[in-house]
């Protein structure tokens, strides 16, 4: 048997072959899909992980302890607790200590955290030395500037009212050189809100004041463990660690729910589109094959006549017949495993987990014995249909058509299958399977009722083209109608395209969306994060980096409040941003802050004296200072006039740090209690204070004059209830410091400068906020008390901060919040012709660059997401689809030439012109191409009206903007390019022969 089998492969190469590369194609994309999947998979989470921030990271184990004078025994002993019940493979930790305490300053106290971490002067810059004595401390640059503490300042803390004061000595200035980074992760140690802690050696929490810190242990979770490779349950893992850890009265702070989430989301999506993805076209491949066996069998067809005749049994005729593919396909399967493995590793690149590179290999070889076994049992079926015909119809040299009823209940049910499959898209989950097949579901209807419809005009429209005596358009429509098979090619070439079309379109949609999503994100082409002291001077160092105002812009981006609040400098925002129509006019905002500027800017204070004349009044003393700002660097600068006598009188003052261009200016006046800590925050202190003038020396010049000062729209007071009153006269400004009836032990005694126009202009993105509903507008993270602002303008979305938040001016911004210490992040957007110069000049002006992010780099970072690896194993799998076809039609080319040479001959004995010979030869199959890819086209268009399907173009749910259209006609007109060219190719390679025998004459 098996040497019969042997000869017969032998003698039908041609047929052998064309098995041979179908099952190679199949076998390839199948074996890939597991490779491609795992490796993806991964991808996708490290991804994830590389754009989740630090805290998600991070785990955290806390727990309020009693030092008992040895901090260093106290954080050893809690390490031993932790360190088993954080049973992850990692780093070193990180631990610290930290204590918040209460900065007395007059009557006024803040909140300034005491603490102790692990190396921490290595994560830092420091203006002076690293503290190293007990009670000396590192303070932060934006508590030094909002303080005004200086290193050899001295800072007195307290736990509570009851607890002893503490003394401190402040021996540097502290920046976090990664502020975004895991060290800094842990919220204890940064001040979201308020204050930056101190940071002192270990030492210093001897003191029986700081006995009762909070201990910390911070750890890094590896990048393995949280991609989840290997089937790893981080998750499980850590919800029974904070089990154990909570009856130890240990709290476990984990911050990765929503990472392993995107993670898990994810790699559920790369599953379900390769699964999908492969089912579809292994589908598709067993029908070419079967297609392909019913065309080849045409040659086997006299074998088991004459086997018949000798008496075979139908058993070994099947043996034989499947004898014959054994060999081609178990060759193809077997070539496609390596072939699948490269396809996949030049896609997505390696599986670097060896538990899922076991199980990628475990799965391929699933996956090609899927094809094998599946093609065998389709040509198995369709030999043991032919064997059933009798001897006379085996002889026979030419096929019966379709036609029967037979064959109209199989495409009856193939539509049933298809709508019902349609309704579940429709009304199910759509992220499912059947989502992902719909539009492949939509095809097959589309393609069987085309075929069915296609035909019977060809039939018809045949025979009346031959009557009337047009030749070549009759003998066309006949071979199209009339040659068996040709409507199931038509279909199988129909879906093939659809599905490519459809692929093709949504790849190419991914990729735009993936950059209009990008673009959205940063706001501009490239963005840098930058670090600065303060608002002032990320804006300054812009301006003179850039003077033009046409390639940088200081952006401040704080997600911190609701709203979040975008502030740009806004007059280079046109210039600078990528704005879309969303975003509403790029104008809107300039024009407005350029409508209402505000008061004009009094002089700069540019000497090294003041001079002020002052009345006070009242029975209780009271001192007097003056907050400025420089208008370059943005530090605070502080100048005290002492304590204030009865009665009119003038005081001078030095002044140090505004004799550097381009001067300060005026942020605040502040009343204050002298005397005893006690006295000073008293909650009653009744007094007034009326400044009549204001001078400076070296250079001589008036700062604020009689009409600056009496003038009541440059000056406010606090928001608080227990805020000061102020009034204008022509005596000038007057800060009424009165009876507290507020209860409040702290009340605000300042009255600020106001430079800029209130209400502040915004640019209102999204919903209006709960807050604004029911009273006056107003952002609460412009300094202290809520900054009243006016709506400007609406937009659907912003930029940076998505569907809700508000677009407002940074100038404005930093204005109003003067020295005060807010949250956010300094950015630097560059537009597309900013070169390496502008970066130069942004950190020679003072600015280091902590970040560097362009649309491109985002873009391909949200490539490695589920979706898009998804996309791009669909386009490979689709792809290989209209290959099988394309092969296909080139075996129906190849098997059907003998028996078209013959009619050809024929026809031309009976007078056919030579010229209509040849056309006929080619335009049949030129006809079913060109017919099928359109029916694919149309069938492709109608997939997303008909299934309607909504699949979420990124894994964590973002839909800002609106995805473009999956098939645009650029997409539809590719497609339709490509399809044509590979199936036009293999039909002009399967009639090559044929035309070339019409041409000559020769039968």
Known sequence: MWSLVIGLVRARTAQVLTMLVLTALAAAVAAAGPWFALASMSSAAAADVAAAPAEQRTLSVRQSIHIDGDPRGAIDRFIGQVRDMVALPSTEPVTGLTLSMNLIRGLRTDTLPVAYRDQFCAHVRLQGPCPAA???????ATASQRLGLRPGDQAIEQVSLASPHVTFRIVSIYTPVEPDGPYWSNRLFRAFTGLDPVFTPIETFRQEALANPTVTYDVQVPEELLRSDGGYDLASVLNTAAARMGREQLSLINSSGPLLTAVARDRS????????????????????????????????????????????????LLQLAWGQHLVPLTAGAIVGLPLGFLLARLLAGPVGNPSDRRSALLLSVVAAMAVLLGALLVLLVLE?????????????????????WKSGLIDLLLIAIAVGGIYQARVGNDAGGFAFAAPALVALAVAVLLARLLFRIADRGGGAALRSGRLRLGLTAVQMSRRPGADRLFALVAVAVAMFTTAL?????????????????????????????????????????????????AVVVDTTQLPAVLAVDSSRLEAVARWRPEFGSVTTLPSATADNPGPAPTP?????????????????????????????????????????????????????????????????????????????????????????????????????????????????????????????????????VDENLTGLALADYRVWAVDVGVPLPVVLGGAVPDGWRFGEPGLSLLG?????????????????????????????????????????????????????????????????????????????????????????????????????????????????????????????????????????????????????????????????????????????GWAVLAPPGPLSAAAVALAALVALALLGLAGWLSTLTLLRRVREGTP
Request: proline share 5%.
């Open 134 to 140: 007990p009670g000396e401390v590192a303070i932060s």
């Open 269 to 316: 999506t790369v599953r379900t589109t390769v699964t999908v993805s492969l089912v579809q076209v292994l589908i598709v491949a067993w029908f070419a094959i079967g297609l392909a066996g019913r065309y080849t069998a045409r040659d086997r067809r006299g074998d088991t006549a004459l086997l018949k005749l000798r008496g075979a049994t139908p058993t070994g």
């Open 384 to 404: 043991a249909l032919a064997q059933r015909q009798p001897v006379a119809e085996l002889l026979r040299q030419t096929m019966s058509g379709r036609g029967d």
């Open 505 to 553: 379109g949504g790849w190419l949609a991914d990729g735009e969306h993936r950059a209009t999503r990008s673009a959205a994100e940063l706001g501009a082409q490239r963005v840098l994060t930058v670090r600065a002291t303060s608002r002032t001077e990320l804006q300054q160092a812009v301006r003179r980096a850039d003077p033009q105002g046409r390639q940088a812009m």
């Open 604 to 736: 700069a204070i540019s000497g090294d004296r003041l001079t002020v004349r002052v009345t006070h009044t009242g029975d209780e003393p009271a001192a007097l200072g003056l907050v400025a700002q420089h208008e370059a660097t943005g530090v605070a600068v502080r100048v005290s006039f002492g304590v204030l006598g009865a009665g009119e009188q003038t005081i001078s003052a030095p002044v140090t740090g505004c004799t550097a261009a381009p001067g300060c200016r005026i942020v605040r006046w502040e009343v204050t209690a002298p005397g005893p800590l006690e006295r000073a925050r008293a909650a009653e202190f009744p007094t007034t204070v009326t400044v009549r003038g204001l001078t400076q020396e070296n250079p001589t010049a008036t700062v604020l004059d009689g009409a600056a000062l009496s003038d009541i729209d440059r000056w406010r007071g606090g928001a608080s209830a227990g805020a000061m009153d102020i009034g204008t006269s022509r005596d000038g400004l007057r800060m009424a």
């Open 784 to 956: 202290d008390g809520i900054t009243p602002v006016r709506v400007a303008g609406t937009a659907r979305a912003l930029p940076v901060l998505g569907s809700d938040g508000v677009l407002t001016d940074l100038d404005a911004t930093r204005r109003i919040i003067g020295d005060a210490a807010t949250g956010g992040t300094f950015q630097v957007w560059l537009s597309p012709d900013a070169g390496p110069g502008v970066i130069a000049a942004l950190e020679r002006n003072g600015l280091a660059v902590l970040g560097d992010e362009s649309v491109t780099g985002r873009a391909s970072r949200l490539a490695q997401q589920g979706p898009s690896a998804g996309s791009r194993f669909v386009l490979l799998a689709t792809t290989i689809g209209v290959l099988l076809a394309a092969l296909s039609i080139a075996v129906a080319g190849a098997v059907d030439w003998r028996t078209r040479l013959g009619e050809m001959t024929a026809l031309r004995v009976q007078g056919l012109p030579h010229r209509a010979a040849v056309v006929a030869s080619w335009a049949g199959t030129a006809g079913l191409v060109l017919a099928a890819v359109a029916g694919g086209l149309i069938a492709a268009v109608l997939a997303r009206p008909l299934a309607r399907t909504a699949l979420p173009p990124f894994s964590d």
